[in-house]
């Protein structure tokens, strides 16, 4: 068997890279070719067994270019996670609407308006209902992005003002600040509907816990709330495997954060040992199996 890892053209950071290379063995310790195969060159694709080109039987999509993964799912192509997967994961607005859905705890969330790359936010009314219903301090965050970045905490009508002139014409949610969370939380991953690490991550240095910002990792034995709640998300957003930052709430209640659809999970092997490769690998085959 063999299958696609299917990566952003214009993307080549080595910790990517890492990522990439794990799979790479996991999969043929496994008897899998898995090629790297990057975002430009499955455009150019025409999807017919030639001498010099092999249709894949399964794609890993690490990217989040859901068109082009709904590309290959017409083509009828397995592809992990889904099109459909990837586009709530990545659009933190889309994540609260299906969590809302679920009946999933979240921070509460108010969607910016939809604006136009020509307008901006150049009407700002709906910012006295966000500042009236959180008050301060609260979160706002871009629609798109990862690692803890474009996410911030807002003091003052005057910080907010600022964020949202400094994104443009970008989506925006504005979010309750869970105060007894700052600078902490858990990264639950998830495989085939079940956790097979976790990790808390704390941060004494900013409201946000990601490694990437300076936060620090231990391994954690979770509760079954916090298990729940990882999993409902994930079987919520229909996905295969995924990185699940879960909040602490009053008394440590579970809140769900956001879900990473292709999560970076080598810093997770280095904390617990566990190498999520190998989880996702052998889920994939089995599902391959199962659907053959």
Known sequence: MNGWLVVNCFV??????????MLKRSASALGVGLQVVTSD????????????????DFVLFWD??????????????????????IKICDNKKLTALC?????????RTICAPMTFEAFGYNNLSFLDYVIETFSFPFVIKEAYGSFGQQVYLVESPDEAKEVIA???????????????????????????????????RFNNHDFRSN????GKMEKIEITK?????????????????????????P?????????????HFKTTLECTGIDMSKHIIDHVMTKLTLAA
Do not use: W
């Open 225 to 249: 709330a916090e298990e729940t709640i990882a999993l409902r998300a994930c079987a919520a957003a229909g996905l295969d495997f995924a990185g699940v930052d879960v909040l602490f709430g």
């Open 211 to 214: 490694i990437t910002n300076g």
């Open 99 to 107: 969590m809302e859905e679920y009946d999933i705890p979240m921070p």
């Open 166 to 200: 400094k994104a443009g014409h970008k989506e925006l949610l504005f979010q309750e600040f869970i105060s007894a969370s700052r600078g902490k939380d858990i990264r639950i991953n998830v495989v085939g509907g079940k956790v097979v690490a976790s990790m808390f």
């Open 64 to 85: 989040k270019d859901v068109i082009l993964a709904r590309k290959l799912e017409m083509k009828g192509i397995p592809v992990f996670n889904s099109s459909k997967a």
């Open 41 to 56: 060159k499955v455009l150019c694709k025409n999807f017919k067994d030639s001498k010099d080109f092999k249709r894949p």
């Open 12 to 21: 080549n950071l080595q910790k990517f890279n890492e990522v990439y290379e």
């Open 251 to 263: 008394n440590n209640t579970p809140i769900l954060c956001e879900i990473n659809s292709n999560p």
